[in-house]
């Protein structure tokens, strides 16, 4: 079974553009779930899509943004870009059904610089 | 508030010897636990998960891990550490029976491991 895939992998970005990073769950995953990961702020939860809904959402500006395709893919946004969001963003799938939770698998990453 | 503890920032290891990683949590009730590896630029690797049951559970890579409800500690342990186990090691937790998938991380413990 294939992993988890984000694509771009990596992504240079000017402060005040926005981006869209894209997110492939393991096949039959249909939660989908976004961290950041920075040197001084570590692994942060940015939220969580399940069958095309927001279920959670972590404390990050409204400038980060989400959602999910019927077939599980999400992509997150991020408008008007500040150097903090350099980061490591790092998508995860589970095969969550309702409240039962399952172990998470990560994607690869994508590396956003801000310039 | 929910929170994790990796006291440790960094731990050198002789290859061959032994490790134990610390991590303790504090949360109202006992969460579901795990222990994720992260080689550099990449994504996070599960290495293992405690939900239930046995308190010593079996991962991949040669791993455990002990979960003491007393202690509200679930450290990570290895009898004989090879070079390609230098890497971040997170512990996590996340709340049960709840359906939210928010996974709340430690800061991370690096490994080096030495010849």
């Known amino acids: 079974k294939a992993g988890v895939t984000q694509t771009p992998r990596y992504l240079i970005k000017t402060r005040g553009q926005q981006v869209t990073l894209s997110c492939s769950p393991i096949s039959g995953h249909r939660s989908v779930s976004w961290y950041q990961q920075t040197p001084g702020q570590g692994l942060q939860f940015l939220f969580e899509?399940?069958?095309?809904?927001?279920?959670n959402k972590g404390n990050f500006p409204g400038r980060f943004s989400g959602r999910q395709f019927s077939n599980s893919r999400s992509e997150m946004n991020v408008s008007t870009l500040e150097l903090g969001d350099s980061a490591l963003y790092l998508c995860a799938s589970s095969s969550a059904i309702g409240t039962t939770l399952y172990e998470q698998y990560f994607g690869p990453g994508t590396r956003l610089t801000v310039t | 508030a929910q929170s994790v503890t990796q006291p440790d920032i960094h731990i050198t290891v002789s290859e061959g010897a032994s490790l134990e990683l610390r991590c303790n949590y504090s949360?109202?009730?006992?969460?579901?636990l795990f222990w994720y590896v992260q080689s550099p630029g990449q994504g996070l690797q599960l290495l293992l998960k405690?939900?239930?049951?046995?308190?010593l559970v079996q991962g991949i890579k040669g791993f455990e891990a002990e979960f003491k409800r007393s202690q509200s500690s679930f450290n990570l342990r290895k009898p004989s550490v090879h070079w390609s186990d230098a890497a971040e090691y997170f512990c996590?937790?996340?709340?049960?029976?709840?359906?939210?998938?928010?996974?709340?991380f430690g800061t991370g413990t690096r490994l080096l491991v030495s010849p």
């Open positions: 899509y399940f069958s095309e809904t927001q279920r």
């Open positions: 405690y939900f239930s049951g046995d308190t």
């Open positions: 949360y109202g009730a006992t969460p579901y």
């Open positions: 996590a937790v996340v709340r049960p029976n709840t359906g939210f998938q928010k996974l709340v």
